[in-house]
């Protein structure tokens, strides 16, 4: 999603010259075209994600509407209190942009995962909090909030190629794209991962099970009456998501189902607990945190009995 995000943003910033870029040592071979087209409007201040974040807040109250981009718990979890402190409180437009949600940059170990980003966002009232599921929606993401007044975190992948079938890019504050039907169980999910989520409904059609895939693509504000309406139509849901079960797309549901009555069995596929030592490729982590399609399906069929 990297280059469809750095694509989208130069198409913006050709249109509105207030649109600035910065990054903490972050992004060769992803952000060069918009440090080519517009090289007085890029801010490179190095591994200083605290100052970066206090830049961006000075910026954004001068008039800019400055982009903040680097790896998931560096523009996260270090500047926490600057992004709570200044964008926030102070309602500003900064754009908030992290890469590699989960376990993305999975061979760099436990420091580069993130697993609680979108939990530590969505907990403050005055920021939005999006995850694009493939490249095509990273695009409608952005410019669809290009205008929003406050400030806004994105979770973005790295891949540009996996595209989830049947999104189309679709995108809404208040909406939940349904990219597949069926009547047993819905499934629910989030982010990068979503790309996995139709084939794994396809393994649940061979053992009798139809399901209804939806892609939750923003977390705040919450989409409730989309949730509600999908929620109350199932006996049985599961959540899927490359995040702690804390926080996440799993406690969002058992919110909506909890303060509304709704009489539904959920069961919630993510990080239960915290990385060990080993590394190996995103499949290998997925593997060892239970969110490989094959026990994503063993869950679901749990589930639906």
């Known amino acids: 999603?990297?280059?469809?995000?750095?694509?989208?943003?130069?198409?913006l910033a050709s249109?509105?010259?207030?649109?600035?870029?910065?990054?903490?040592d972050l992004g060769y071979l992803a952000l060069e075209p918009f440090v080519e087209k517009f090289p007085d409007r890029f801010f490179n201040v190095g591994v200083a994600e605290q100052?970066?974040?206090?830049?961006?807040?000075?910026?954004?109250?001068?008039?800019?509407?400055?982009?903040?981009?680097?790896?998931?718990?560096?523009?996260?979890?270090?500047p926490y209190e600057?992004?709570?402190?200044?964008?926030?409180?102070?309602?500003?437009?900064?754009?908030?942009?992290?890469v590699g949600g989960g376990f993305e940059y999975s061979t760099n170990g436990i420091s580069h995962y993130g697993l609680e980003d979108i939990g530590v966002m969505r907990i403050q009232p005055e920021i939005a909090v999006v995850a694009p599921a493939d490249s095509q929606q990273t695009i409608?993401?952005?410019?669809?909030?290009?205008?929003?007044?406050?400030?806004?975190?994105?979770?973005?992948?790295?891949?540009?190629k996996k595209i989830v079938s049947g999104?189309?890019?679709?995108?809404?504050?208040?909406?939940?794209?349904?990219?597949?039907?069926?009547?047993?169980?819905?499934?629910?999910?989030?982010?990068?991962?979503?790309?996995?989520?139709?084939?794994?409904?396809?393994?649940?059609?061979?053992?009798?099970?139809?399901s209804t895939v939806g892609v939750v693509s923003v977390f705040s504000p919450p989409p409730k009456q989309a949730l509600i309406g999908l929620l109350k139509q199932f006996s049985a849901v599961v959540t899927i998501e490359a995040h702690y079960i804390t926080g996440g797309l799993g406690s969002l549901v058992s919110e909506i189902i909890a303060e509304n009555g709704i009489s539904c069995k959920l069961k919630r596929c993510g990080v239960t607990r915290q990385p060990d030592g080993r590394t190996g490729s995103q499949d290998f982590m997925h593997s060892i945190h239970n969110l490989s399609p094959e026990l994503i399906v063993q869950a679901c069929l749990a589930t639906s009995r």
Not at 140 to 160: A, E, L
Not at 171 to 187: E, Q, S, W
């Open 1 to 11: 999603m990297r280059s469809a995000f750095v694509k989208t943003l130069c198409g």
């Open 15 to 24: 249109e509105n010259s207030k649109i600035v870029l910065l990054t903490g």
């Open 51 to 78: 100052n970066m974040l206090g830049i961006a807040t000075g910026l954004a109250d001068s008039g800019f509407i400055p982009y903040v981009y680097s790896i998931t718990p560096f523009v996260v979890l270090r």
């Open 82 to 98: 600057f992004i709570r402190n200044g964008p926030i409180y102070h309602r500003l437009p900064v754009r908030i942009v992290g």
């Open 140 to 160: 409608t993401c952005f410019r669809t909030m290009n205008d929003f007044p406050g400030s806004v975190y994105f979770r973005i992948g790295k891949d540009d």
């Open 167 to 210: 999104l189309n890019g679709s995108f809404a504050l208040d909406n939940i794209p349904i990219i597949r039907k069926g009547k047993d169980l819905l499934l629910l999910t989030t982010g990068s991962i979503s790309s996995s989520v139709p084939s794994i409904a396809e393994t649940l059609e061979k053992e009798g099970i139809s």
